[in-house]
T-cell receptor
Framework: GAGVSQSPSNKVTEKGKDVELRCDPI?????LYWYRQSLGQGLEFLIY????????KSGLPSDRFSAERTGGSVSTLTIQRTQQEDSAVYLC???????????FGQGTRLTVV | QQPVQSPQAVILREGEDAVINCSSS?????VHWYRQKHGEAPVFLMI?????EQMRHEKISASFNEKKQQSSLYLTASQLSYSGTYFC???????????FGEGTQLTVNP
């Protein structure tokens, strides 16, 4: 596609359930980021994939969070045993290897009830 | 390692100017600027690279002071459409992760 695609756009889940959020980056972009944004807050870095390098996972808030990127393209962010404080908009972005502009998807709004 | 933005919020009347600052305690390779409107994804404005020149996007320009590790975004003759939250993002080396500041909320009133 022409832009970064994220699915689902909205997700409501019960506390304690696992969720998977998907990101399709722009074709050819080797860098992929996940950020979390709570209402009215900034962009909290979660994880960064760059080509075949080991991902930078330093922003993941707990071991309930994990992410993978298959074939250097699609990425999945998994949150296990969701908690109410996980409620936020999860944004994915991609950019080309030279560290140029990042293109953001429209995000997944996660609500844990 | 998160850059620090100031001010946190600013309110302008249409046609007024504003400056938003972004500073880091670490040496930087680049500074990015993005604007996010309510309910939308952040949109890229410009990148300033180490050793690069001042950049411009319409009536918005930015500079990068490498000695101070500080970037400033200049909004001239503000328009209603400039309203939104402005984020600076920093890279410490080429191709490294992009870390964002807390954002500056800009409101332009008629």
């Amino acid at each position: 596609g022409a832009g970064v695609s994220q699915s689902p756009s909205n997700k409501v889940t019960e506390k304690g359930k696992d969720v998977e959020l998907r990101c399709d980056p722009i074709s050819g972009h080797t860098a992929l980021y996940w950020y979390r944004q709570s209402l009215g807050q900034g962009l909290e870095f979660l994880i960064y994939f760059q080509g075949n390098s080991a991902p930078d996972k330093s922003g993941l808030p707990s071991d309930r969070f994990s992410a993978e990127r298959t074939g250097g393209s699609v990425s999945t962010l998994t949150i296990q045993r969701t908690q109410q404080e996980d409620s936020a908009v999860y944004l994915c972005a991609s950019s080309s290897r030279d560290g140029s502009e990042a293109f953001f998807g429209q995000g997944t709004r996660l609500t844990v009830v | 390692q998160q850059p620090v933005q100031s001010p946190q919020a600013v309110i302008l009347r249409e046609g007024e100017d504003a400056v938003i600052n972004c500073s880091s305690s670490k040496a930087l390779y680049s500074v990015h600027w993005y604007r996010q409107k309510h309910g939308e994804a952040p949109v890229f404005l410009m990148i300033l690279l180490k050793g690069g020149e001042q950049m411009r996007h319409e009536k918005i320009s930015a500079s990068f002071n490498e000695k101070k590790q500080q970037s400033s975004l200049y909004l001239t003759a503000s328009q209603l459409s400039y309203s939104g939250t402005y984020f600076c993002g920093t890279e410490r080396t080429s191709g490294s992760r992009l870390t964002f500041g807390e954002g500056t909320q800009l409101t332009v009133n008629p």
